[in-house]
Nanobody
Framework: QVQLLESGGGLVHPGGSLRLSCAAS????????MSWVRQGPGKELEWVSS???????YYADSVKGRFTISRDDDKDTLYLQMNDLRPEDTAVYYC??????????????????RGQGTQVTVSS
């Protein structure tokens, strides 16, 4: 079955960096577009970034220029490099898989699978 296992979260000071990883299994990773989403305390689920199988990437305006999504299809792993972190980035971050055939991934929350999440806390 599909499994998505996030890691790399933690507590970081404002301006700091973290790198999240998502180990995927149970499906042909290289054939599917992937995404990171987050949910802050008391907030709705928020789309953060997506990456297509051709490596085209999309970012929410709130993270553009600070976060970088990438994938290693040899290792079946999705990454999110987060720099210049801010308190408003505090959230549980989830790795998510898209079903086949979606064209527009910007802001798209139509995932078919999502991981359990990893907590990121940005605080001084």
């Amino acid at each position: 079955q599909v499994q998505l296992l996030e890691s790399g979260g933690g507590l970081v000071h404002p301006g700091g960096s973290l790198r999240l990883s998502c180990a995927a299994s149970g499906f042909t990773f290289y054939a599917y577009s992937m995404s990171w989403v987050r949910q802050g305390p008391g907030k709705e689920l928020e789309w953060v970034s997506s990456i297509r199988t051709d490596l085209l990437t999309y970012y929410a305006d709130s993270v553009k220029g600070r976060f970088t999504i990438s994938r290693d299809d040899d290792k079946d792993t999705l990454y999110l490099q987060m720099n210049d972190l801010r308190p408003e980035d505090t959230a549980v971050y989830y790795c998510a898989k898209y079903p086949a055939g979606l064209a527009n991934l910007r802001g798209n929350l139509a995932h078919d699978y999502r991981g359990q999440g990893t907590q990121v806390t940005v605080s001084s």
